[in-house]
Nanobody, 121 residues
Framework: VQLQACGGGLVQAGGSQRLSCAAS????????VGWFRQAPGKERERVGG????????SYADSVKSRFAISRDNAKNTVYLQMNSLKPEDTAVYYC???????????????WGQGTQVTVSS
């Protein structure tokens, strides 16, 4: 599975941004997808994930109630809708895929290139 995250940019605090993760290669609908982020000088952290069907999602406490993950398997795309953005959400955001859904797993097999999200105060 090849993944490409896009949709990043500069946004003001309190604003919204939607990231997309486009997949190609193997049957994307068979894979769970996770979103991760890494801020400068910090370790990569899990943002959340979605099961292959979209029926299950999970989020890190830091983004719960602000971020939402969805997917459109017909378009081979997973989305990360980010609302009420804060400066501390500034990071490079990555999407990743794995064969089986494990709610809080950080072990993913396929990774895409990241997209930068910068939240100005």
């Amino acid at each position: 599975v090849q993944l490409q995250a896009c949709g990043g940019g500069l946004v003001q605090a309190g604003g919204s941004q939607r990231l997309s993760c486009a997949a190609s290669g193997r049957t994307f609908s068979n894979y769970a997808v996770g979103w991760f982020r890494q801020a400068p000088g910090k370790e990569r952290e899990r943002v959340g994930g979605i099961s292959w069907s979209g029926g299950s999602t999970s989020y890190a406490d830091s983004v719960k109630s602000r971020f939402a993950i969805s997917r459109d398997n017909a378009k081979n795309t997973v989305y990360l809708q980010m609302n009420s953005l804060k400066p501390e959400d500034t990071a490079v955001y990555y999407c990743a895929a794995r064969k089986y859904w494990v709610e809080t797993s950080v072990e993913y097999d396929y990774w895409g290139q990241g997209t930068q999200v910068t939240v100005s105060s």
